[in-house]
């Protein structure tokens, strides 16, 4: 192999892929897609699902039916989104989730968008998260939404992304992804930020959560993982993304594109997982 893949930790995302599905996919089809990704031993940890309101994200409804069927049978972990203190005291009293994810914006239009309140009020939120969390043993990944700009005309810059890593951090926060949430990050913008994040926190574990066209996957990819990144999220086929992408043909980092840069997997069971995502979706 000629990079370091065993350093590289890869999130497999099929809650993001598949939430923004009209039609609702069974509960058992579910189940049965990531208990292959979880056997097929390729991801360090699998955002499975989330907890949130029904009304908002109906297609995530079951999260906790689909949570029980799931086989851990290695070391993949599970990651579960979170919104508000409801749903993090549900998700944190169940045991087969290691990391509770929540998405804090950094854009205030967006922030508004997603979860419904200001950027005070989440932060707030989010210092009840923690302490919800650490009482039950979980980890808290912070999704710094809209990292690298946003389509709303507001202020954005490194600093502003630096400043709130570190207000977050100071809540006992280790773990971040960097969300390139409508797609538009370019990659000198990547390089320099990451860089920038590295060397202003080196304890922190900060990874990347792109979203991207089909073309410019790979040099996204690239452009973080020379910066420093270890950690990539992503989802088989590139489905899902930002519902708010001005671009349709933006979705997430293809899963494909992470194995194949880091080397990891072989094309027969790649190719197998992608028949059962468009199965279980009836593409």
């Known amino acids: ?19 923004g599905i009209h039609q609702f996919i069974p509960t058992a089809d579910k189940i ?5 990704l979880i056997e097929s031993n390729l991801f360090d940890c699998i955002d499975f699902g989330s907890f949130v309101s029904p009304k908002a994200v109906p297609q995530m409804a079951d999260s906790a039916q689909v949570l029980e ?6 070391d993949t972990k599970l990651l579960a989104i ?3 203190e409801k749903g993090t005291e549900e998700a ?3 045991s087969k989730i290691h990391f509770l994810g929540y998405p804090f914006s950094i854009s205030e239009e967006f922030q508004r968008r997603n979860t419904n309140s200001d950027i005070k009020t989440s932060f707030r939120r989010l210092q009840n998260i923690v302490q919800i969390a650490h009482d039950n043993g979980k980890e808290v990944v912070a999704y710094l939404s809209m990292a690298f700009g946003n389509p709303y005309g507001e202020e954005w810059n490194e600093e502003l992304v630096t400043y709130w890593l570190g207000e977050i951090a100071n809540l006992g926060i280790i773990d971040f992804s960097l969300a390139d949430t409508t797609g538009e990050a370019n990659p000198f913008q990547i390089t320099t930020l990451f860089e920038k994040a590295y060397k202003d926190f080196p304890k922190l574990d900060i990874g990347a959560h792109f979203h991207s066209s089909k073309t410019t996957g790979l040099l996204k990819i690239k452009a973080a993982y020379e910066a420093g990144c270890r950690k990539f999220d992503g989802a088989i086929l590139g489905f899902g993304g930002c519902p708010f992408a001005t671009d349709e043909l933006v979705g997430n980092i293809a899963m494909e594109d992470l ?6 997997g072989d094309p027969i069971s790649i190719l197998a997982l992608e028949q059962q995502f ?3 979706i009836k593409v």
């Open 1 to 19: 192999m000629s990079k370091e893949t065993r350093q590289v930790k890869l999130v497999e995302c099929p809650r993001d892929a598949i939430q």
């Open 32 to 36: 049965d897609y990531i208990n292959a």
């Open 69 to 74: 069927g799931l086989q851990l049978i290695n």
């Open 82 to 84: 979170v919104a508000n």
């Open 92 to 94: 944190a009293s169940l």
């Open 259 to 264: 194995l194949f840069y880091f080397e990891r």
């Open 278 to 280: 468009n199965q279980m």
